[in-house]
């Protein structure tokens, strides 16, 4: 049978003393994804990715990776892993590091050219740890996730602690590494807009369970878009529309024009014909997809 999902997550619940972190979380990673696993700080993140590594424990719920129930030694081998800060040698070079990790688990080092490929780091291959800007460090941990050519990424707040230039260097890496290789990826963050730029799904963590779950493509095309048309006589133009449209159309004021809200891109030129040939002048008009942002506000606005 096809596997479907890299990772499937059932009612998972994991309760620290008396603080209830996870509450019969559900959550599909499918095969091939770059899943954005999005939540606050606290929101429990890292606590499902520690469960899901076998680190701690569950209270109740089971999971699967990589169609194998729960996490097995077995398992394991097929996943590369960045929990926390990078654990890296600061006296070793990033060879040495990555040839020393290799013998470690066995692995042939054969495969340090192709990795550092992926990471771009050959050029800086023979540069000591402990003199790497921390963008170089986190793309060493990614190499050294890559060791072994992992089937499944985890990665725990990758770019944390990186300037805006390194945070896209790894999103850019991410971004690209299933064009590269046979991989599916979990990557956790507490920025909304950065996994809107390097994810093909999401999962919103909050309150223990995720409160949205999907393709980011599918769930921007299912969410409201908005038209903001920049125009003289605003008010003159609402009343047009709304004598045209009726209450189809929910059109609002806006500090330089108007805005009309939730239509299909196709709507747009019949509300900008009847504008242009009112005699209203346009000066710009926006057709604008929703941020993950949005939907998520939109989705949670009770
Ligand atoms: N071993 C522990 N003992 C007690 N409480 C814990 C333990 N580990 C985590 N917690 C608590 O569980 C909650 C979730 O923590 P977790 O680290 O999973 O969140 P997170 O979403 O990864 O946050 P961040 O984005 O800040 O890393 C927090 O309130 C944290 O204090």
Not at 28 to 53: D, E, Q, W
Not at 92 to 109: A, G, N, R, V, W
């Amino acid at each position: 049978m096809v596997m479907k999902h890299a990772i499937e997550v059932s009612n998972i619940s994991k309760s620290f003393k008396n603080i209830q972190v996870l509450n019969q979380l559900n959550m599909h990673v499918p095969v091939g994804s770059v899943y954005g696993f999005l939540g606050n700080n606290g929101a429990g993140k890292s606590t499902l990715i520690r469960i899901l590594m076998g680190l701690i424990k569950q209270q109740s719920g089971e999971f699967s990776i990589l169609g194998t129930k729960g996490v097995t030694l077995h398992s394991k081998q097929k996943i590369g892993c960045i929990i926390d800060s990078p654990c890296l040698y600061a006296n070793l070079t990033i060879d040495e590091f990555l040839s020393l990790s290799c013998t470690l688990k066995q692995y042939p080092k054969t495969q340090i050219n192709r990795v550092l490929e992926i990471v771009s780091l050959t050029g800086s291959r023979s540069r000591l740890i402990s003199q790497c800007s921390l963008g170089m460090k986190q793309r060493t941990a990614l190499a050294n996730a890559l060791l072994g050519e992992p089937q499944l990424l985890i990665l725990d707040e990758p770019t944390n602690g990186l300037d805006p230039e390194g945070m896209e260097e790894i999103r850019e890496l991410i971004r690209w590494l299933p064009s590269q290789m046979i991989v599916s990826v979990l990557v956790s963050s507490h920025l909304l807009d950065e996994v809107e730029k390097m994810a093909t799904h999401v999962g919103v963590l909050k309150d223990g369970g995720l409160v949205l779950e999907g393709e980011l493509s599918k769930l921007c095309k299912n969410a409201q878009s908005d038209l903001s048309v920049c125009i003289n006589s605003p008010k003159k133009a609402i009343k047009i529309l709304n004598q045209k449209f009726g209450h189809k159309l929910e059109v609002v004021l806006t500090s330089d024009g108007l805005k009309v809200k939730n239509i299909e891109l196709t709507e747009a030129p019949p509300i900008h014909r009847i504008l242009v040939n009112s005699g209203i002048d346009i000066f710009q008009s926006r057709y604008c997809t929703p941020s993950l942002e949005t939907i998520f506000h939109q989705q949670h606005k009770d």
